[in-house]
């Protein structure tokens, strides 16, 4: 089988544990790209964590794209032109916001350089700040610094009282968004329906691929629906055994170079 379009997660996947992509990635990418497979990185961060990644990939000369936010937005790297997203709704961030004030927990969103949220000093705040290589901006009033509907917004804290604020934050949103981890410590809200796999079914549709055509490899819970959706589905070696159950493959963590190596035998080595 030819894999027309690879996915790679970020975070525990294609980034080793100092945030780095190794030269060893880096070129079974490049070699990818120049067999004429689609790379995209999806991921749960926002555009502003990604395109420094993407940049340094050399991916806005190629046919590739940025799935930002967990699938709230997809990004051709070539014209850099969003070509399809999805938001969730002021009134529902007003919800969200709302509870995460009334129960102490950090609630944040993003502007054009980095995050902004009501409480710089959280240190799942920093965590988040630190993934995505961005700057922390204190705000008075993190809704009247949200002025329009976003493609996500997110809810930070100690993964115990995050299990909590998500059963009692979804009934709450109802309809209006869903509420779901990226990982222990991040709540994330999206519109409904917003995932990884959803956007890639988009993105398949766009260059005239079927699901058969899709590599996919990542190492978190958010990860799995697009696992799922997989003609073939490489889990990392640092992924739980949750995740790890989604995938047909495991490949090596993302500190012993598990993307190229899973580039290097299933679509390098099958050229």
Known sequence: MQYSLLA???????????????????????????????????SGRPVLGMEPLARELGLFSHNAYILAYNGAQLIK?????VVWERTVSLEAIEIAFAYAKANGLASLSYDHEGIITEMPDDQFVHKEAYNNTIPIRRVDDLLAEVTADQPKVMIVGEPSLLVTAQKEL????????????????????????VQ????????????????SN????????????????????????????????????VTASNDEDGVALAIEKYILGAR
């Open 8 to 42: 790679l997660d970020l975070d525990g996947t294609l980034t080793n544990s100092q945030k780095q992509v190794t030269p060893r990635s880096r070129k079974a990418i490049e070699a990818a790209l120049d067999l004429g497979v689609c790379v995209t990185l999806a």
């Open 77 to 81: 790297c070539e014209t850099n032109e």
């Open 170 to 193: 979804q009934p709450l949103l109802g309809d209006k968004a869903d509420v779901f981890f990226s990982e222990p410590c991040f709540l994330e809200i999206t519109a409904k329906g």
């Open 196 to 211: 990884k796999a959803a956007s890639l079914d988009v993105l398949l549709s766009l260059l005239g691929l079927d699901r």
């Open 214 to 249: 899709l590599m996919v490899v990542g190492d978190g819970l958010n990860d799995v629906p697009m696992l799922g959706i997989a003609g073939l589905a490489v889990a990392m070696d640092n992924s739980s055994d949750e995740v790890k159950a989604h995938a047909h493959v």
